[in-house]
């Protein structure tokens, strides 16, 4: 059975609409490290991810009234960082590369041999070697690995094609793998 997903912080949302300053403050609380890191995995610094940050839920706590509950507020304040961050990215203009993936890199479409299994490494270890992406790849292999979006979703947020997002996905993932094995200390 498919069961509606209730929303623990609705109160919240409807104290925060009838003008109630603690409820922002407490709304904040519930999600402000989440967002965090949401900004800090898009914009890849701590500094650029605490201003995304803010104006995140300064746009948020504007449009409150548009939210319907249609959704969680978590997923709809999440796509409102997102946005926000892809926004000051693209002021930047990344550059999205649109070519297929060539056959040299060797990468398995969907199932990996033993080597993937033996990359099991640390959290840390996977965020610094992502903080050494480029900006575009870094944004993709976020949206895709870690915030769950599939390549259509992301090739409509970025405006790219689906086969760029696949593209930049599959090369952030072999970078990330190249700078893992190159980490001191990584036993493989």
Same mark, same amino acid.
């Given at each position: 059975?498919?069961?509606?997903?209730?929303?623990?912080?609705?109160?919240?949302?409807?104290?925060?609409?009838?003008?109630?300053?603690?409820?922002?403050?407490?709304?904040?609380?519930?999600?402000?490290?989440?967002?965090?890191?949401?900004?800090?995995?898009?914009?890849?610094?701590?500094?650029?991810?605490?201003?995304? #940050?803010? +104006? /995140?839920?300064?746009?948020?706590?504007?449009?409150?009234?548009?939210?319907?509950? *249609? %959704? $969680?507020?978590?997923?709809?304040?999440?796509?409102?960082?997102?946005?926000?961050?892809?926004?000051?990215?693209?002021?930047?203009?990344?550059?999205?590369?649109?070519?297929?993936?060539?056959?040299?890199?060797?990468?398995?479409?969907?199932?990996?041999?033993?080597?993937?299994?033996?990359?099991?490494?640390?959290?840390?270890?996977?965020?610094?070697?992502?903080?050494?992406?480029?900006?575009?790849?870094?944004?993709?292999?976020?949206?895709? #690995?870690? +915030? /769950?979006?599939?390549?259509?979703?992301?090739?409509?947020?970025?405006?790219?094609? *689906? %086969? $760029?997002?696949?593209?930049?996905?599959?090369?952030?993932?072999?970078?990330?793998?190249?700078?893992?094995?190159?980490?001191?200390?990584?036993?493989?």
């Amino acid at each position: 059975m498919n069961y509606p997903q209730k929303d623990i912080h609705l109160h919240l949302v409807e104290a925060c609409k009838a003008g109630n300053r603690k409820a922002y403050n407490e709304l904040y609380q519930a999600f402000a490290k989440a967002m965090y890191n949401i900004c800090v995995r898009m914009m890849g610094n701590s500094e650029e991810a605490k201003d995304m #940050l803010q +104006e /995140g839920f300064v746009e948020a706590f504007r449009r409150l009234e548009s939210f319907r509950a *249609e %959704s $969680t507020f978590g997923a709809w304040l999440k796509r409102i960082m997102v946005n926000r961050c892809i926004n000051e990215l693209e002021k930047r203009r990344i550059e999205w590369v649109n070519d297929e993936i060539p056959e040299t890199l060797g990468i398995a479409d969907e199932k990996e041999g033993p080597d993937e299994e033996e990359l099991r490494l640390s959290v840390e270890r996977v965020k610094k070697a992502m903080e050494l992406l480029p900006e575009g790849a870094r944004v993709i292999f976020s949206l895709y #690995l870690i +915030e /769950g979006y599939d390549h259509t979703e992301i090739a409509e947020i970025l405006k790219i094609s *689906e %086969s $760029t997002s696949k593209t930049q996905f599959m090369r952030a993932r072999q970078m990330v793998k190249e700078k893992l094995l190159a980490m001191p200390g990584f036993v493989a």
